[in-house]
Each structure stands twice: as C-alpha cells, then as structure tokens.
C-alpha cells in the first residue's frame, strides 16, 4: 500500500492525478510506535475510497519535527506533490521543548500562506499540554492555532486528540510513553479530522 517516496515521506494509494492531501506532521502522524498503514493518516486513505472521493494521501509527517523543521521542509513538497490541501500537524514539539510561542505561531503562519500561494486549501490542527504546564502557557498555546486559522483563513481542527487524551482514563489509549497514541486510537483522531477535511475536499 505504501511506497516511499523520501525520507519521512511515504505516498498512500491513490488514482493517477487525483488530487493530492499532504500531511505535514510529526510523530503523532508518521506512525510512532505503531505498525504501518495504521495511523490516521493510512486510515484517511481508505476512507477516502469508502466516500468515494478521488484523492491521493502523501504522508510527510517526521517523528521529532517542529514547526520550523516543517516550515523549512514545505517548500520542497508543495514544489514536488502540488498538493489541493496541505494538513499541518505541527506545534506539540514546540511546546515540549519550551519554544517560543511567538516563533511557533509565525512558523504556522508562513506554512499557511507559503501553502495558499501555491494554490492549496489548508488546515491547522490543533493541539494542547498537560495541565503541568500552567494554565496561562496552556492557553496561550491552544488559542495560537485558532489565531492562525482566522488570521490566514485557513481551516482547523481544534484538538487532534480529542476524545483520546481528555478520557477518564488519559493513559488508556496511549503507549508506554504517554505521548503517542495506540493504534486504538487512530480512528478516533482520524474522526476529529476528517469532518473539516471532508468540506476542503468537496470544495475543490
């Protein structure tokens, strides 16, 4: 199902020439810990054949990547995929290692315009820290990614774990880690995305 197509890029099945989604993540898209082709990302291929939406995936999420590795990266793939829709899933890494929010919102921002000006729609994803964090870090943080999609127009999913690690149980669905997401939840994550992707899709 999958082949490689470069480091940290992987293309999902798709028609010849259809329209391409990219997927411009880290760890919690490019499949950590987890067996291949069970991500959100592989399961939004499939879903796209079950709604019969014509579109090919390209996955180039890479575990570790901060916003400003994937605003240093993007030009090149916007140049070799030519993408109808870029998907950034970019920000918690930057938060892990206490980046600054100010840098971490103007890498989402250059991402998002550097996307528009080469035709695609875009959508931010979302993410948020653990309460140890404090309250105003927390918020600050979480309140960014919907700045950014009002600012730039662009859509957004709020909360890329929503449903996963806000349980009664937070560990349940994670890995030893308490980072990444079990495989288990990989359908949940894809359900959060997909309702703003589907109305991108229908768009185009």
Do not use: C
């Not at 999958?2 to 880290?26: E, I, K, S, Y």
């Not at 709604?51 to 995936?57: A, F, L, N, P, R």
């Not at 103007?106 to 309460?131: R, S």
């Amino acid at each position: 199902m999958f082949a490689v197509l470069g480091a940290g890029v992987t293309r999902l099945a798709g028609a010849a020439g259809a329209p391409t989604v990219l997927v411009v993540g880290d760890s919690l898209s490019a499949e950590y810990g987890i067996a291949r082709g069970t991500g959100w990302v592989a399961l939004l291929q499939n879903k796209l054949a079950a709604e019969k939406i014509v579109g090919q995936v390209v996955n180039a999420s890479v575990s570790g990547d901060t916003t400003a590795g994937g605003r240093a990266r993007l030009p090149a793939l916007l140049k070799t995929h030519q993408p109808a829709v870029v998907v950034i899933e970019l920000g918690g890494n930057d938060a892990l290692r206490g980046l600054s929010l100010d840098m971490t919102e103007a890498n989402l921002v250059a991402m998002t315009q550097a996307a528009q000006a080469a035709g695609a729609k875009v959508l931010l994803v979302g993410m948020q820290v653990p309460p140890n964090y404090g309250a105003d870090y927390g918020q600050r943080f979480r309140a960014l990614f919907a700045q950014v999609a009002k600012a730039q127009r662009a859509a957004l999913v709020p909360f890329l774990l929503q449903g996963v690690a806000d349980r009664a149980n937070p560990v349940e669905l994670f890995q030893k880690d308490r980072i990444h997401p079990l495989a288990e939840a990989h359908p949940i994550i894809l359900g959060n995305v997909w309702p703003e992707l589907q109305k991108l899709l229908k768009t185009k």
